[in-house]
């Protein structure tokens, strides 16, 4: 039987029923803290590129690349949590709270289990993995150490990730924000002193960057457990929650690992075109790595309204209102195209600007801004794949996002920034030409998806 609302779970400023009251108050709502502690982690990989960046192209071009496999691994981690975030907001929205603490107590022992193999795997893996790109000796020594610094404590940031965002699916959307406050903070202070060697600390170079994340993720992770233990929202997970349970971690797997593989192969294919542009030089590399950081920062009312609508359709579904589910999504992707609109143009104006922010070098932001002003195109249409997917994910249905991943990946995506790249007079920029037709033609295939509302059956 559903658990009936106590003191410890009544509902609060920091429990809202997003099931009830206006949409679109409720998306904006539940998005903007989201949206702020992506906003939090960009931030701070920006900093970390802009004082790196002091270093010379070839540490952007290291950090570029040891960032891309640090997305590449992080993408399985965000699969995993999909699953649990599905099944906390479904309960949570049929008023199941005590089933809510146990699946985030599974979630808990699962992802800790695969934090520590991923630990393994990183520091044992990062030097053959890096010399696949065939970097000079100097940018791949730097690339190997920021690996082997940041999956030494990659277990924390695993704990505080899945926390913070199982608290969310639960309807409290401030606690995660401030604690991920918290992390960003320390991360920008320390960065600079162990990059640089300012005052007492040693001069690190890029494996500065790398333990100013770890030592931040560490004290992340404390607040987080505080967090799930204490009481202050709804979830209140105790020792009994965390009997382990195989018949809830294969429902948590059975939804998750469509997106594991999903997030794994977006992010491996994005390791693919790091492989075809590395022959163009140093210079295209980090390019492709300054672009990186300013296309994840430009995306950062997605990220937050992706992941809101994904809690409202999750509760909606839980609380039997799909129409109201599917609402959301189409508000969330509405929305979200002002804000695309309104950053490409930025973009446009301010191309040589935005990359001179990073880098001195007038080679490099010639390349940057080319790479920046193409990748604009693909921003005017990218909230018609961000918007449904984020409803498709949370209503836990996340095969449809495997499928449409492979097709956009590895049928378009990859050829056509193999072949493009090969014709002359193109070369380099035909790649970047490449992701954008990719992004046009997933967002046809998520309208047309969503539009058949196939993901409101989807049982958890």
């Known amino acids: 039987m559903p658990e009936t ?3 410890s779970n009544k509902i ?3 429990n809202k029923d997003w099931t009830q009251g206006p949409i679109v108050r409720n998306l904006l709502l539940l998005s903007w803290p989201m949206a702020l502690m992506e906003t939090l982690f960009v931030i701070s990989q920006t900093a970390d590129m802009v004082w790196v960046g002091r270093l010379g192209a070839s540490a952007i071009a290291a950090m570029g690349v040891a960032f891309m496999i640090v997305m590449l691994v992080m993408s399985l981690d965000f699969g995993l949590v999909v699953g649990s975030r599905a099944m906390v907001a479904r309960f949570i929205g ?8 146990h699946v985030a107590a599974q979630s808990l022992l699962l992802v800790i289990a695969w934090g520590l193999l991923m630990t393994l795997l990183g520091i044992t893996l990062a030097e053959p993995v890096v010399r696949i790109f065939g970097l000079e000796a100097g940018v791949a020594a730097d690339a190997v150490t920021y690996l082997r610094i940041t999956f030494a404590g990659w277990i924390a940031m695993d704990i505080m990730v899945v926390i913070l965002y199982i608290v969310q699916a639960s309807g409290d959307v ?9 992390t960003r903070i320390i991360h920008l202070v320390l960065c600079p002193f162990l990059v640089l060697g300012l005052w007492i600390f040693p001069r690190m170079g890029v494996g500065g960057a790398a333990l100013a994340g770890i030592i931040a993720q560490g004290i992340g992770a404390l607040l987080a ?3 799930l233990f204490g009481g202050a929202t709804r979830l209140h ?7 382990l349970d195989f018949s809830i ?3 948590i797997l059975k939804i998750g690992l469509p997106a594991l593989v999903t997030n794994f192969q977006r992010s491996f294919a994005g390791f693919v075109i790091t492989l075809l542009i590395a022959p163009f030089g140093t210079n295209a590399v980090a390019a492709h790595s300054l672009f990186y950081r300013i296309e994840n920062f430009i995306m950062l009312p997605g990220y937050g309204l992706g992941m809101g609508a994904g809690i409202l359709v999750g ?5 039997g209102q799909p129409e109201r589910a599917e609402k959301g999504g189409w508000m969330a992707t509405f929305i979200l195209e002002g804000f695309m609109i309104i950053f490409s143009a930025i973009m446009l104006v301010w191309t040589e600007g935005v990359i001179g922010l990073f880098t001195t070098d007038p080679e490099l932001v010639e390349m940057g801004a080319l790479f920046l002003r193409i990748g604009t195109v693909g921003f005017l249409v990218l909230a018609f794949t961000s918007g449904p997917q984020g409803s498709i994910s949370g209503a836990g249905d996340t095969v449809p996002n495997l499928f449409i991943g492979l097709i956009i990946n590895w049928l378009i995506q990859i050829p056509l920034a193999f072949w493009l790249s090969r014709i002359d007079g193109i070369g380099v920029l035909g790649i970047r030409w490449a992701l954008v037709i990719s992004i046009a033609v997933s967002s046809v295939l998520y309208v047309v998806y969503f539009k058949l509302g196939r993901w409101k059956h989807k049982k958890v």
């Open 5 to 7: 609302v106590t003191p």
């Open 12 to 14: 609060s400023a920091y």
């Open 94 to 101: 049929a008023g199941d709270i005590k089933t809510a603490n």
């Open 174 to 182: 401030i606690r995660p924000m401030l604690i991920e406050a918290c």
């Open 225 to 227: 457990f505080w967090l």
């Open 237 to 243: 997970v105790t020792r009994k929650d965390f009997t």
């Open 249 to 251: 971690i294969g429902r």
């Open 315 to 319: 509760q909606n579904l839980g609380a």
